[in-house]
């Protein structure tokens, strides 16, 4: 089993209060709905390929937010 997917809550627990810390937000909420903005943003920007090629390089939590609802058509 990829340790990305054994460990995925701890390493996105950790991702977040990176992203808390740097960002000077308070919350997960605040910090995930950051960080999802970020990703459509940029999601927007790629073509199907592109973004499935980046997904692949990132950890599952943040591939499952980059992915999820992405309509390619």
């Known amino acids: 089993m990829p340790w990305t997917y054994r460990h995925s ?9 990176d992203v808390k810390e740097e ?3 308070q919350s997960d ?3 995930y ?17 592109e ?9 599952s939590v943040l591939r499952a937010i980059f992915v999820k609802d992405w309509d390619i058509s």
């Open 33 to 49: 709905t950051a960080v999802e903005g970020v990703l459509l943003v940029f999601r927007r920007r790629l073509t199907a390929q």
């Open 29 to 31: 909420n605040s910090a």
């Open 9 to 17: 809550s701890k390493e996105f627990s950790a991702f977040l209060e």
């Open 23 to 25: 960002t000077s937000l």
């Open 51 to 59: 973004g499935l090629a980046f997904a692949s390089v990132l950890p």
